[in-house]
């Protein structure tokens, strides 16, 4: 298979601003570069001087503002490459601003002056459609973003504050706090009912969370811990099951992590399950954070609402109000609190909805801390290549969740490079007639995989399949 010294500090009297690199500093990761150049929509030398010539200025602009004392009026940056500009009320600094290898900005008001304009407006109400302010050094104002000018001007009067000194623009903004989805926190549905969330996860672009189906049925809507806005359930299977899917509103973001109360917030990394007789600890709103034993793996279980099968017994303790909540295993998902006996004072039983299935069956993909890793590089050469994540025990179907059809005999070949520690497995099929039946297989315990096979016309696809461990993958793949 085809696989293809700390920042320097600088007196600012050696501050010099080049096109180029001038100075050795750290080399930023690449990763780094990539983002900045992606993002802003530069060449990769522009993004390599940007980040370069920053890393001097930011080093240096303490030193220049007390240089300059009450005659600073603010430093930024100009053009692709972060040219360092210094402001002064004195074009008396020029000489020296330029020595120090910046561009000066001769400006009216002192960025002490236009900090005094600001806290004045702090102290002053603002109306619904003034969205924010603050100091601008480039525009040697204080810039007010709102949607109604007029009203805007209204209180920067009522303020007090020179009006001379401030600068208005038209915003459509509409700032709101965002709040992170995290396992085992509370929620509250439309219904009545509190329950727990189980782990973020995404269908496509989509956020949302994992919990309990019989917490609410399809259309049910939710408000979060602190009773905002969150979202509406999409998927749900109780009995038979017990899983379900909240896809949130934009008001929610996921770090991927579990709210361990007691043990601290915890990094989500997987979802590879833990056999019996393993640790295993619960998150949940009402119980908070409890962990004991797996007892049995599959287990059918006869609540009086209906039997639930396919459920993991356990020896932690839960009582109501932790239904959906979190169950975890070091940093691997396992699943979503169900249902049981007994309560956390005397101790009890719960068992566990698997989180694999509805991943697989819902088209989920789990969050992590750190998000999702990109797909590995590797299977160049092929002629198609397809992406993608998979959770423990989930599959894949490529190309693009479908099939192909070869015309003519000849050559499939296939090429997986899963996520080290992994055991991804690939699998070609073929149509006959009735069912799919598989042809050739790369299923040994490693994360990469290869299949050469020579069959007859018909149709084909690859099942690509998480026996354990989760992440990104890469299949490339050569037809007839």
Request: glycine share 14%; aromatic share 8%.
């Amino acid at each position: 298979m085809l696989r293809t010294p700390a920042l320097i500090a600088i007196a600012i009297g050696a501050l010099v601003m080049t096109a180029t690199p001038a100075v050795a500093t750290a080399k930023p990761p690449s990763g780094v570069v990539d983002a900045v150049q992606r993002d802003l929509g530069i060449t990769k030398e522009q993004a390599l001087n940007r980040l370069a010539n920053e890393a001097r200025g930011n080093a240096a602009a303490p030193g220049l503002s007390k240089r300059l004392g009450d005659r600073y009026a603010g430093i930024w940056y100009e053009g692709a490459e972060s040219a360092l500009v210094v402001a002064s009320v004195d074009a008396a600094d020029t000489a020296e601003i330029t020595r120090a290898g910046a561009r000066a900005a001769i400006v009216p008001r002192s960025f002490a002056q236009l900090s005094a304009v600001k806290e004045g407006l702090d102290r002053t109400a603002p109306p619904g459609t003034v969205h924010s302010w603050a100091v601008s050094p480039r525009d040697n104002s204080v810039v007010v973003l709102t949607s109604d000018e007029q009203a805007a001007r209204s209180w920067v009067a009522a303020s007090g504050m020179d009006a001379a000194a401030v600068k208005f623009e038209q915003s459509a903004e509409r700032p709101r706090l965002f709040y992170d989805i995290r396992g085992g926190d509370a929620y509250y549905t439309s219904e009545g009912y509190r329950c727990s969330v189980g782990f973020a996860a995404r269908r496509g672009t989509q956020l949302g969370f994992t919990t309990a189906g019989h917490c609410g049925s399809n259309g049910v809507t939710t408000t979060g811990f602190n009773r905002v806005a969150q979202g509406t359930f999409q998927i749900s299977s109780f009995p038979g099951n017990d899983y379900a899917w909240v896809a949130t509103n934009s008001n929610w973001t996921a770090p991927g992590v579990v709210n361990g109360y007691s043990a601290g917030i915890l990094p989500v990394r997987g979802s590879a399950v833990t056999q019996p007789q393993g640790s295993i600890c619960r998150s949940g709103s009402t119980t908070q954070w409890h962990c004991g034993t797996v007892t049995a793996l599959n287990s059918t279980v006869n609540y009086p609402e209906g039997t639930v099968s396919g459920l993991t017994r356990t020896t932690v303790c839960a009582e109501g109000g932790d239904s959906g909540g979190s169950f975890i295993s070091g940093d691997q998902a396992q699943g979503m609190t169900s249902g049981g006996s007994g309560n956390c004072s005397v101790g009890g039983t719960t068992y566990f909805q698997p989180i694999g299935e509805i991943l697989s069956t819902g088209g989920l993909t789990l969050v992590t801390a750190g998000g999702t890793d990109p797909p590995p590089p590797g299977c160049q050469g092929y002629e198609e290549t397809y992406s993608g994540s998979l959770s423990s025990n989930q599959s894949a179907y490529q190309p693009n969740g479908s099939y192909y059809q070869a015309t003519v005999s000849g050559t499939h070949a296939a090429c997986l490079d899963g996520p080290s520690g992994v055991d991804f497995d690939v699998y070609l099929q073929k149509w006959n007639g009735s069912t799919w039946s598989v042809v050739a297989r790369g299923d040994s315990p490693n994360p990469d995989e290869t299949i050469s096979y020579s069959g007859t016309s018909g149709y084909y696809r690859y099942r690509v399949h998480a026996y354990s461990g989760s992440g990104s993958y890469t299949l490339g793949l050569n037809r007839p």
